[in-house]
């Protein structure tokens, strides 16, 4: 099993419309939780860490359930701009991140 | 400003060969440095990080080796390509005692074994 585990998607996404997906985590040592995006054969980039209680980034919402080991990413108003590919990202203790294999958003007109 | 410099950008190489990627970061000190792979349609793989000159982990068991002979220096190699090597190579520098866990990547190595 992975350790860290993403629908591949693609999501299809009218744009406009809200967009939500999940991502779930085996190692419960897990402390920290991030979101990165990644377009199409660029690197990736931090988009937002995951808070206990949940945040919010304009039109980006991440939520993370410890007791079921899963985080999430709401987009809402999908922009065509948003169409990339979104990785889930876990660090236990040390500075080792571990990445998922994304899932991959694509907004249309 | 700390900028992330990786090279070359893209090349084919036969199975056999020698790879030397390399990686420079400017502008911080005492970067904890990293190179993962990406194969197509799958996630990152971190293959070597280190936190200090000369002092390198491996991740994953291959026939990749990884230097830094300079603090702000990362260079992967290998000595005989494996049609298996071929992905995307990301450098990736964080900065030195904090966990913030965001990671700067370089624009990363296309690399095609054939």
């Known amino acids: 099993r992975k350790e860290v585990e993403q629908d591949p998607g693609p999501f299809n996404v009218p744009e406009g419309a809200t967009v939500a997906f999940n991502c779930t985590y085996s190692n419960s040592a897990s402390q920290s939780f991030f979101w990165y995006r990644q377009d199409c054969r660029k690197e990736p980039k931090l988009l937002m860490s995951v808070y206990s209680s949940g945040n919010e980034d304009g039109r980006f919402t991440a939520q993370l359930n410890r007791a079921s080991q899963y985080i999430s990413l709401l987009i809402r108003d999908s922009k065509l701009s948003d169409s990339a590919t979104y990785l889930c990202?876990?660090?236990?203790?040390?500075?080792?991140?571990?990445f998922g294999g994304g899932t991959r958003v694509l907004v249309k007109p | 400003s700390q900028t992330i410099h990786q090279w070359p950008a893209t090349l084919v190489q036969p199975v056999g060969s020698p790879l030397s990627l390399e990686c420079t970061v400017e502008?911080?000190?005492?970067?904890?440095l990293y190179w993962y792979r990406q194969a197509a349609g799958r996630g990152l793989q971190l293959l070597f990080y280190s936190v200090g000159i000369g002092q390198i982990s491996s991740e994953v068991p291959q026939n990749l080796s990884a230097s830094r002979p300079q603090d702000r220096q990362f260079i992967l190699s290998s000595k005989k390509l494996l049609l298996s090597d071929s992905g995307f190579y990301l450098c990736a520098w964080s900065r030195a005692g904090t966990n913030t866990g965001e990671l700067f990547f370089g624009e990363g190595s296309r690399l095609t074994v054939l």
């Open positions: 502008g911080t000190s005492n970067p904890n």
């Open positions: 990202v876990t660090r236990a203790a040390g500075n080792k991140l571990t």
